[in-house]
Antibody, heavy 118, light 107 residues
Framework: EVQLLESGGGLVQPGGSLRLSCAAS????????MIWVRQAPVKGLEWVSC????????YYADSVRGRFTVSRDNSKNLLYLEMNSLRAEDTAIYHC???????????WGQGTLVTVSS | EIVLTQSPATLSLSPGERATLSCRAS??????LAWYQQKPGQAPRLLIY???NRATGIPARFSGSGSGTEFTLTISSLEPEDFAVYYC?????????FGGGTKVEIK
């Protein structure tokens, strides 16, 4: 059974930093691109970032580019999102998910809540 | 960035009725379009990929159509468990983007 478990969320002050982790199991992690998607309270889905299988190619939403960094450790089946210079508008539940452009291997974690507030 | 516009924002229907949801892209995305269902407190679930292919385990009452800039998700006969929020997502261009969602609510 595929499982994705996010951790690392919490309350942080504006301007602060946080690192999210996503532990993957039940599939061959190194063979799949991974994405982060967030959802602000009572709002829609917003794609944040993507990292391809090898970890050398990354993509970011304009809203986080230059502040967030996605990375992965294929030896440990872990995905990360390093978040710096956090703003109130970054407050959201952050989900990690598998990603395939043309195929339906699509699995999501339940998410971890990040709250940016003083 | 490709903007996806979903309509209507809310659809009020009764069980057994047909639901038709629209997603319009600001640029051509060919058939790189997916549909998701999300229920309160749950992660999104993939329904349709490549505009018209049902994901594993998705009932046949869900169907997707369209290409280019105009897409439709149809639920042929609403079941009680289908009342939820639906999002389209384009996968043809970076950055990936989602539509704003359509809430299908019980009338």
């Amino acid at each position: 059974e595929v499982q994705l478990l996010e951790s690392g969320g919490g309350l942080v002050q504006p301007g602060g930093s946080l690192r999210l982790s996503c532990a993957a199991s039940g599939f061959t992690f190194r063979n799949y691109a991974m994405i982060w998607v967030r959802q602000a309270p009572v709002k829609g889905l917003e794609w944040v970032s993507c990292i391809l299988e090898g970890g050398h190619t990354t993509y970011y939403a304009d809203s986080v580019r230059g502040r967030f960094t996605v990375s992965r450790d294929n030896s440990k089946n872990l995905l990360y999102l390093e978040m710096n210079s956090l703003r109130a508008e970054d407050t959201a539940i952050y989900h990690c998910a598998t990603y395939q452009q043309r195929l339906p291997f699509d699995n999501w974690g339940q998410g971890t809540l990040v709250t940016v507030s003083s | 960035e490709i903007v996806l516009t979903q309509s209507p924002a809310t659809l009020s229907l009764s069980p057994g009725e047909r639901a038709t949801l629209s997603c319009r892209a600001s640029q051509n995305v060919n058939d790189y379009l997916a549909w998701y269902q999300q229920k309160p407190g749950q992660a999104p679930r993939l329904l349709i990929y490549n505009a018209s292919n049902r994901a594993t385990g998705i009932p046949a009452r869900f169907s997707g159509s369209g290409s280019g800039t105009e897409f439709t998700l149809t639920i042929s006969s609403l079941e009680p468990e289908d009342f939820a929020v639906y999002y389209c997502q384009q996968r043809g261009h970076w950055p990936l983007t989602f539509g704003g969602g359509t809430k299908v609510e019980i009338k």
